[in-house]
């Protein structure tokens, strides 16, 4: 493969030096250098471009906040965080409110995880209310009417973004589960954005709840649209409403996320494989029960029970996991979350949860 520089010898032999200097002696591996050489030359290249003034600001905030987020989240990677999406308008004392309030209470206090919200007034307030200040991250968008983040979020996990794009990047990457409640063009779009990101496989499949109080009656009026004219006219397939979940109560919406983790863990491609990793793997009789259900979405071979790949062991990937393999077409990922739920029927016993 063509090494990626800028076509100068001497100045590339300096990037890549300067890159080596900068990662020796700071606990990274020397392999992280080609990386950050890659890094630094896609920046002089973009200078070289001629590129407007307003669009090097552009580029250099992003990359500011991408890296604070980082360091930021990078402290808590032991954890699993549910994100929170919902209006800034819920008033106090909503029973929506209210219901955010008790279910980010019991994730944070009952179920372990930590609570990403948007750092905003009204469902986002509600959410850093019930998880606390020490269980809270707060991602939040500099607007000219809504600038400040809630009370309840502590400083040390507040990340103040400028541009939407990189905080939903944040939202996605972070995440192990979303919540969302009623909300207006925001939230309606986080939930497609997100719906969108699991229906392509371009974020990992993860447990999406509807949650609204009783009698709300947001959610299923979207659900039927979506339903009768989205399903109806072809835009989607039936199978892609397997992807969410409604549900009413801070419970159910816990079940829901949390049962999601029950035995399946994650997911990895290995070439044009993808491995699924669980903390108890199916028996013979149920790899043939799988192989007959979920055949229409393996293009070729079977669903088999495999140890851990080399590339997985090389990256001392889960490799303690059990896991199994199939060659899946990458397009019926609404059926793929049918799969996960049949692994979820496994007792993974007393097998470590882990992350």
Sequence with gaps: MR???????DLDDRIRQLAADAVAGHGHEHEDADLITEILVTTLKLHRDHPDRADL??????????????????????????????????????????????????????????????????????????????????????LPFEAEANRYV?????????????RKLMFVKESHAFALFPGG???????????????????????????????????????????????????????????FTLVTDAAAAAAEICGFYRNYHSQRYVHD????????????????????????????????????????????DHVELGRMRLRFDRRNHGRLRLLVNRLNEIDPGEATPGV
């Design 273 to 316: 494989d993808l491995v699924l990793r669980m903390q108890r793997r199916p028996d013979p009789g149920m790899i043939e029960a799988l192989n007959d259900e979920f055949s229409d979405i393996v293009v070729s071979g079977r669903i088999e029970a495999i140890e851990a790949t080399d590339a997985e062991r090389s990256d001392e």
């Design 3 to 9: 090494r990626y520089d800028l076509g100068d010898p």
């Design 185 to 243: 063009f925001g939230t309606l779009d986080e939930t497609f954005e997100i719906l969108t990101l699991a229906q392509t496989g371009k974020a990992p499949l993860q447990p999406i709840v509807l949650i609204e109080a009783p009698g709300a009656g947001y959610w299923q009026g979207w659900i039927d649209f979506v339903t009768s004219t989205v399903v109806g006219q072809g835009m989607i397939t039936p199978d892609d409403l397997h992807l």
């Design 57 to 142: 600001k552009l580029v250099n905030a992003a990359l500011k906040e991408l890296r604070y987020s980082f360091l930021v989240f990078g402290q808590y990677r032991s954890f699993r965080k549910l994100s929170v999406f919902g209006s800034a308008r819920t008033p106090i004392g909503h029973p929506n409110y209210r219901l955010a309030v008790d279910l980010a209470q019991h994730m944070t206090d009952d179920r372990g995880w930590m609570v990403i919200t948007g750092a905003g007034p009204g469902t986002m307030e509600a959410a850093n209310l019930g998880a606390g200040g020490d269980a809270s991250f707060g991602v939040n968008i500099r």
């Design 154 to 166: 502590d400083n040390a996990r507040l990340i103040n973004f400028k541009y939407f794009f990189t």
